[in-house]
């Protein structure tokens, strides 16, 4: 079984500090469990249908995005890209710094595979709950879990696209 994106899930949390941790994290999980206490406290929960078939559009189009991204880091010829090539970070994997290029490929990278897995997990998750006997608290905790990674996946995606705006932007002093 091809298990090597492991390695650039591994790199991504070996590439967290506590603010970013805090920020692309804790306020998901706080979110989704904000999300959770509502639907176990209340009445109707016809927007969940909703919001899911909702996530796979948006997971698409934040995966086509980031790819496209990807594909300028990659291939862009830019003054500033060959800067951020040779400036390293404080963040060491295989007991080397990592360039800020590197950084911003891996953070990237780990987008499109959580993206690609989560569209994976929306298409395949109504058959499951179809044809299984999940408790209604168990179908909250699952669809809370959802919200909680795609907020995630959200708040990481204006990390990255701040990050590569301010490069791509960066003018000389």
């Excluded at 920020?23 to 999980?29: D, K, M, R, V």
């Excluded at 360039?99 to 780990?110: A, E, H, V, W």
């Excluded at 708040?155 to 990255?160: D, K, P």
Aim: a positive charge.
């Amino acid at each position: 079984m091809y298990l090597e994106f492991f390695i650039l899930i591994f790199d991504y949390y070996k590439t967290l500090n506590k603010r970013v941790l805090i920020y692309e994290w804790i306020l998901p999980i706080l979110f989704g469990t904000f999300i959770f206490i509502l639907l176990t406290n209340g009445n109707s929960t016809s927007a969940t249908k909703i919001f899911k078939d909702n996530s796979i559009n948006l997971l698409g189009i934040l995966a086509g995005f980031s790819i496209t991204i990807i594909t300028i880091l990659t291939t862009g010829q830019s003054r500033n890209l060959e800067e951020i090539k040779k400036k390293e970070t404080n963040f060491i994997i295989n007991k080397k710094k990592i360039s800020l290029f590197r950084l911003l490929l891996i953070n990237f990278t780990y987008s499109v595979i959580l993206e690609s897995f989560l569209i994976i997990f929306c298409l395949t998750y109504p058959i499951i709950l179809e044809n299984s006997n999940f408790t209604k608290n168990q179908k909250y905790i699952v669809f809370s879990i959802l919200v909680t990674v795609i907020i995630h996946l959200l708040l990481l995606t204006i990390r990255n696209l701040t990050d590569f705006y301010l490069i791509i932007t960066k003018t000389e002093k």
